[in-house]
């Protein structure tokens, strides 16, 4: 069993920056691929990015590439997510989540953190 607990989010103005993380306890860390995902009233849940599980193999969705970046530490069981130059459509609750590599299905979520950007 893994428990994912996100921190981080908060109100900011359009064009600045937060930087989120995601705390997991219990399992095998290291050895999970790690999910940002979000989810803006009346909207489906989208993916933002994802790490895997040594760090090196990252993705992103487009309309965050180049503002976003993902990171993790498997020593602290932590995962990032830095965003920088923020956008009004940014505003979403954003999740973190794990699987197993080679899984498609997500087996573990936290509860989530609000992030508003106002314009």
């Known amino acids: 069993q893994v428990q994912l607990v996100e921190s981080g989010g908060g109100l900011v103005q359009a064009g600045g920056s937060l930087r989120l993380s995601c705390a997991a306890s219990?399992?095998?860390?290291?050895?999970?691929?790690v999910g940002w995902f979000r989810q803006a009233p009346g909207k489906e849940r989208e993916f933002v990015s994802t790490?895997?599980?040594?760090?090196?193999?990252?993705n992103y969705a487009n309309s965050v590439k180049g503002r976003f970046t993902i990171s993790r530490d498997n020593a602290k069981k932590m995962v990032y997510l830095q965003m920088n130059s923020l956008k009004p459509e940014d505003t979403a609750v954003y999740y973190c989540?794990?699987?197993?590599?080679?899984?498609?299905?997500?087996?573990?979520w936290g509860q989530g953190t609000q992030v508003t950007v106002s314009s």
């Open positions: 219990g399992g095998t860390f290291s050895s999970y691929v």
């Open positions: 790490i895997g599980w040594r760090g090196f193999d990252t």
């Open positions: 989540a794990t699987k197993n590599a080679g899984r498609s299905s997500w087996d573990y």
